[in-house]
């Protein structure tokens, strides 16, 4: 750290905190400044507040005295941060290399982990979480650009800067294997054989001794093809400063037609070096190829080395008789055909057809050069003529879109447009060195072209963002063929964000079932969404294989990413979403006033809604309102990024924020998203309950039945956290009866674990009635699924979520009446139920008894270790385990160590897995922590607070 001399700054450098204080302002950065109190909380978390903010204010001294008056900002005595323009930070400007894409730039700046060693004692667990998530954030943000580099160097023929990123990557994810396998085929492919094997003995080593583990089938198959070349060949490299491409085109046959001359890859953009660039090495590997004689003339092309092909089908044009046969039909049928090629990737036709319509906005777009975008290095396009009687006829051609070389062309016949997509793929696999499937198209896919355009017409509705076109569309081409796997599939995924499960999962089941005989690509499609839907344990392994098996397709390390976040596995999941926003961030970065564009449907969004959720899980509400902030910079026109925001407001305590974004919310989304409820909601987590019962009781009286419904849900809560549990009771009665009426008036069953019995027995919880509570929970425990489909479905991951829930909530009861007779048996049925649920939360819960049970003991060290052990999100998790291991700890006389545990559970939200604790119970606790630990003026903070609250359930309030 130097000042604006150039100096060391070592009166800083010596003074740990105040450094880390500083690190902290920078990295929130210059636009935003942070309050003092939540410093005070960070910082100097065991301290009295008169002795915390003396602290604070001498620490800002000192930064001033160091660095200059201005480095510090200030908003009246309520906020601080860094001076706009003060300090030049290389975390910051990192950040904006990779917003702008300068990807070598933002490598170069990147120097390894944020803060690596750096340790500050006294400190709140929050800010460590925080530097962590920070840390796991900016490697992510590395890896990204790393493999974004090598991405863009590769195709553009720089082999020498590709296989220095790819290095890079190695070096930021060791563990990686993909990426070493992409190292090994540059190192092949530069000539340099020993140089793939030394890389590939080394990763086997590492995972030899950091996970006991071994190399995957495929990456040792490639080790052994290499060690092949070098016995045969040597393990030389051929040099040349001319870039190549990487991969192998092997010999054409006779009946081919080689057009062009296979000069030099086109020139691409230049690259400025780095300190450290790499030596310009690359190989003239020319592959000779086979000779046709053709009208007497021989037409011989040389092809460079280049990677396994990727595969895309890109401008087709119809001049076939037979009307039914459109450019987006056929280019379907074969991209299908294409992805069941072993050992090469394809560019879904879904996927180009995706980009199309983003990209068109009124205009033409040119399908090959969105597929070239998309990644392909290679792309089919032809002439589809013939048809009505006659065999139909395609002119095909293998073409590099980089640089317009013709890598081979044909003219194919078949009787229909299925053959003729097996001809086709069996011709591109030749000519890519691959062997064709063996089973016909026809078997493996829907043969009915009305199916298919209607397919292809609600592929075309789903992109323009008409999801409810697209449902009926899929759902007539799945009735006009009930074989139709990938129809099913869109209409099950379209009807669960239109209409949700009950219609959603019947139709999911029929494509996981109708898959099994297509190709791979559609089962794992088909698996990976049924996984994620229904709770299945296998949803990570199942999204990891598609994500690996299918590279281009960006669905996959979203799904990844979003079963690591509820698998409670954050931090792994975080890099994962970040590159599905690299990948798809033209649809985050439209033009502000381009309304209709930012409504398309955005996988990137989705990545950076889950995102936002990872951190609010991780407690680092900071960082989850950075995102959104940025997610309503970036899509202004966005309401989802706005409701975002103001959901991270209310969680950091900041009501009218919350409320000014939810109004913006709703000016975007043209309807009422800050509703009477929403702001009943607002004045319960203020203590304002006069306002919210003033609200809801008015809301419940009329209006449409799910209005009411959630209002008296809210108006029960309302009442709960005033002490006044008969009323709440009375409010939670309604809203059962409600629910089994609307769900008998549609035909179907009532469901026993709904939400509204789950209130109704943590309410009777709250009125003493363990008992009783501990009946109810253990009825939702066993309640049958009741899911209304023909057949029945089997959902055994809802099940046991259900079941583990139901025992855990069960166990919070038998603690309450002092019984501890049934933990033994409930510890264990619930860890089987857990092991049987996706959610990271079930997991844990075997843990939250088995503390229950020690704490009953007075065994207060096992209780306090399996109560951490138990915890899945210190805010947002079960904040009842919160509670209780806070009793442990004032139990064991370390109340200062209870006091971040119960801060952390009022930064969560107040129903979902927070329903079972109030937050006035959980402020009591923290006044009675404060208490014990000798700091009246916090204590008398929140006891006030809390007859506040309870005031009301005075008489004549109950």
């Known amino acids: 750290m130097r000042d604006a001399a150039g100096d060391e700054a070592r009166v800083l450098l010596v003074q740990p905190k105040r450094l880390a204080l500083f690190a902290y302002l920078v990295l929130k950065g210059?636009?935003?400044?942070?309050?003092?109190?939540?410093?005070?909380?960070?910082?100097?978390?065991?301290?009295?507040?008169?002795?915390?903010?003396?602290?604070?204010?001498?620490?800002?001294?000192?930064?001033?005295?160091?660095?200059?008056?201005?480095?510090?900002?200030?908003?009246?005595?309520?906020?601080?941060?860094?001076?706009?323009?003060?300090?030049?930070c290389d975390a910051a400007e990192f950040e904006r290399a990779v917003s702008e894409r300068r990807y070598e730039d933002a490598l170069g700046l990147y120097g390894g982990a944020l803060l690596d060693g750096f340790h500050v004692a006294g400190v709140a667990p929050e800010l460590e979480r925080w530097v962590d998530g920070e840390r796991a954030r900016l490697h992510g943000m590395a890896l990204g650009c790393a493999h974004a580099l090598t991405d863009d160097a590769e195709r553009v023929g720089n082999l020498p800067l590709a296989l220095h990123s790819a290095r890079d990557t190695v070096r930021l994810a060791p563990l990686d294997e993909r990426a070493f396998?992409?190292?090994?085929?540059?190192?092949?492919?530069?000539?340099?054989?020993?140089?793939?094997?030394?890389?590939?003995?080394?990763?086997?080593?590492?995972?030899?001794?950091?996970?006991?583990?071994?190399?995957?089938?495929?990456?040792q198959a490639l080790a052994d093809r290499v060690?092949?070349?070098?016995?045969?060949?040597?393990?030389?490299?051929?040099?040349?400063?001319?870039?190549?491409?990487?991969?192998?085109?092997?010999?054409?046959?006779?009946?081919?037609?080689?057009?062009?001359?296979?000069?030099?890859?086109?020139?691409?953009?230049?690259?400025?070096?780095?300190?450290?660039?790499?030596?310009?090495?690359?190989?003239?590997?020319?592959?000779?190829?086979?000779?046709?004689?053709?009208?007497?003339?021989?037409?011989?092309?040389?092809?460079?080395?280049?990677?396994?092909?990727?595969?895309?089908?890109?401008?087709?044009?119809?001049?076939?008789?037979?009307?039914?046969?459109?450019?987006?039909?056929?280019?379907?049928?074969?991209?299908?055909?294409?992805?069941?090629?072993?050992?090469?990737?394809?560019?879904?036709?879904?996927?180009?057809?995706?980009?199309?319509?983003?990209?068109a906005r009124g205009d033409t777009v040119r399908v090959s050069d969105?597929?070239?975008?998309?990644?392909?290095?290679?792309?089919?396009?032809?002439?589809?003529?013939?048809?009505?009687?006659?065999?139909?006829?395609?002119?095909?051609?293998?073409?590099?879109?980089?640089?317009?070389?013709?890598?081979?062309?044909?003219?194919?016949?078949?009787?229909?447009?299925?053959?003729?997509?097996?001809?086709?793929t069996g011709w591109v696999a030749a000519l890519v060195g691959q062997t064709a499937p063996q089973r016909p198209l026809a078997e493996v896919t829907s043969t009915s072209l009305v199916a298919r355009r209607f397919y292809d017409e609600g592929l075309r509705a789903l992109n323009q963002g008409d999801t409810p076109a697209a449902l009926r569309l899929f759902r007539a081409a799945l009735a006009d063929d009930s074989t139709f796997a990938m129809a099913a599939y869109y209409a099950g995924v379209t009807a669960q964000g239109l209409v949700g499960d009950a219609v959603a999962l019947p139709l999911m089941a029929q494509a996981l079932r109708l898959s099994?005989?297509?190709?791979?690509?559609?089962?794992?499609?088909?698996?990976?969404?049924?996984?994620?839907?229904?709770?299945?344990?296998?949803?990570?392994?199942?999204?990891?294989?598609?994500?690996?098996?299918?590279?281009?397709?960006?669905?996959?390390?979203?799904w990844l990413g979003q079963a690591l976040v509820w698998a409670g596995d954050r931090g792994r999941a975080i890099p994962h979403l970040r590159n599905v926003m690299a990948r798809d961030a033209s649809?985050?970065?439209?033009?502000?006033?381009?309304?209709?564009?930012?409504?398309?449907?955005?996988?990137?969004?989705?990545?950076?809604?889950?995102l936002v959720g990872a951190y609010v899980e991780g407690d680092s509400l900071d960082l989850a309102e950075r995102e959104a902030r940025d997610w309503t910079r970036r899509q202004p026109a966005n309401a989802e990024a706005w409701r975002t925001l103001s959901d991270v407001y209310e969680l950091e305590d900041r009501i009218a924020d919350a409320l000014?974004?939810?109004?913006?919310?709703?000016?975007?989304?043209?309807?009422?998203?800050?509703?009477?409820?929403?702001?009943?909601?607002?004045?319960?987590?203020?203590?304002?309950?006069?306002?919210?019962?003033?609200?809801?009781?008015?809301?419940?009286?009329?209006?449409?039945?799910?209005?009411?419904?959630?209002?008296?849900?809210?108006?029960?809560?309302?009442?709960?956290?005033?002490?006044?549990?008969?009323?709440?009771?009375?409010?939670?009665?309604?809203?059962?009866?409600?629910?089994?009426?609307?769900?008998?008036?549609?035909?179907?069953?009532?469901?026993?674990?709904?939400?509204?019995?789950?209130?109704?027995?943590?309410?009777?919880l709250q009125l003493g009635r363990a008992r009783d509570a501990a009946s109810a929970f253990?009825?939702?425990?066993?309640?049958?699924?009741?899911?209304?489909?023909?057949?029945?479905?089997?959902?055994?991951?809802?099940?046991?979520?259900?079941?583990?829930?139901?025992?855990?909530?069960?166990?919070?009861?038998?603690?309450?009446?002092?019984?501890?007779?049934?933990?033994?048996?409930?510890?264990?049925?619930?860890?089987?139920?857990?092991?049987?649920?996706?959610?990271?939360?079930?997991?844990?819960?075997?843990?939250?008894?088995?503390?229950?049970?020690?704490?009953?003991?007075h065994d207060y060290t096992a209780a306090e270790g399996a109560l951490r052990a138990a915890i899945h999100s210190p805010n947002n998790g079960f904040t009842r385990v919160n509670l209780e291991l806070a009793r442990v700890l004032v139990a064991e006389h370390r109340a200062r160590d209870a006091v971040p545990v119960l801060r952390a559970a009022l930064r969560g939200g107040m129903e979902g897995s927070n329903l079972y604790v109030t937050r006035t119970e959980l402020q009591d606790a923290l006044a009675r922590a404060y208490a014990a630990a000798g700091e009246a003026d916090s204590a008398r903070v929140y006891r006030a607070r809390v007859d506040a609250a309870l005031g009301r359930a005075r008489p004549g309030h109950s």
């Open 181 to 219: 396998r992409r190292l090994m085929m540059l190192l092949h492919a530069t000539g340099d054989r020993a140089g793939a094997l030394r890389a590939y003995e080394s990763f086997a080593a590492r995972m030899a001794a950091e996970l006991e583990a071994e190399p995957s089938a495929e990456t």
């Open 30 to 88: 210059p636009d935003r400044l942070t309050r003092r109190d939540s410093l005070l909380a960070l910082f100097w978390p065991e301290s009295a507040d008169d002795a915390a903010r003396h602290s604070l204010r001498q620490a800002v001294h000192g930064i001033r005295q160091a660095l200059g008056s201005d480095v510090i900002a200030r908003r009246g005595n309520d906020a601080i941060g860094v001076g706009a323009g003060q300090v030049w």
């Open 370 to 424: 969105v597929a070239r975008r998309a990644g392909a290095t290679d792309v089919v396009e032809g002439i589809l003529s013939g048809g009505s009687g006659h065999p139909l006829r395609l002119d095909v051609r293998l073409v590099d879109p980089a640089g317009g070389i013709i890598r081979g062309a044909r003219v194919l016949a078949a009787a229909d447009v299925f053959a003729l997509a097996d001809s086709t």
């Open 587 to 610: 649809t985050l970065d439209a033009a502000p006033n381009d309304t209709a564009r930012q409504r398309l449907p955005c996988r990137a969004c989705a990545a950076l809604g889950t």
């Open 660 to 764: 000014a974004a939810r109004r913006e919310a709703s000016r975007r989304a043209g309807r009422d998203l800050a509703d009477a409820t929403y702001r009943a909601r607002l004045a319960i987590r203020t203590g304002d309950f006069a306002t919210a019962d003033r609200l809801l009781t008015d809301r419940a009286a009329d209006g449409e039945l799910a209005a009411r419904v959630e209002a008296l849900w809210w108006l029960a809560i309302s009442l709960r956290h005033q002490g006044r549990a008969a009323a709440a009771l009375g409010a939670a009665d309604r809203v059962v009866a409600l629910d089994d009426s609307a769900r008998r008036s549609g035909g179907h069953a009532v469901d026993g674990a709904s939400p509204a019995r789950l209130l109704r027995a943590a309410i009777l």
């Open 778 to 857: 253990e009825a939702v425990a066993a309640a049958p699924l009741g899911f209304p489909a023909d057949p029945p479905l089997a959902l055994p991951g809802v099940i046991a979520r259900r079941r583990a829930w139901g025992l855990a909530l069960a166990a919070t009861a038998y603690a309450a009446a002092g019984d501890t007779t049934p933990f033994g048996g409930l510890a264990d049925r619930v860890a089987a139920a857990g092991r049987a649920s996706a959610f990271g939360r079930d997991r844990r819960l075997a843990s939250y008894v088995r503390g229950l049970s020690y704490a009953a003991r």
């Open 516 to 558: 099994r005989r297509g190709p791979e690509r559609e089962r794992l499609f088909a698996a990976t969404t049924w996984a994620a839907a229904t709770n299945d344990p296998r949803a990570v392994a199942t999204a990891e294989s598609l994500a690996t098996r299918y590279p281009l397709e960006p669905d996959g390390e979203l």
């Open 227 to 359: 060690r092949r070349e070098v016995a045969v060949g040597g393990a030389t490299a051929v040099r040349s400063e001319e870039p190549a491409r990487v991969g192998s085109v092997p010999p054409v046959t006779s009946g081919d037609v080689i057009l062009g001359e296979g000069g030099g890859a086109p020139p691409g953009p230049r690259y400025r070096s780095r300190s450290r660039r790499a030596a310009a090495v690359a190989a003239t590997a020319l592959v000779a190829v086979g000779a046709l004689v053709a009208a007497g003339a021989a037409l011989v092309t040389r092809a460079h080395a280049r990677t396994p092909a990727v595969l895309a089908v890109g401008t087709l044009r119809i001049q076939a008789r037979d009307t039914s046969l459109s450019p987006r039909l056929v280019r379907e049928l074969l991209s299908t055909d294409l992805a069941r090629l072993q050992g090469i990737g394809v560019v879904s036709a879904e996927r180009v057809d995706e980009l199309t319509a983003r990209d």
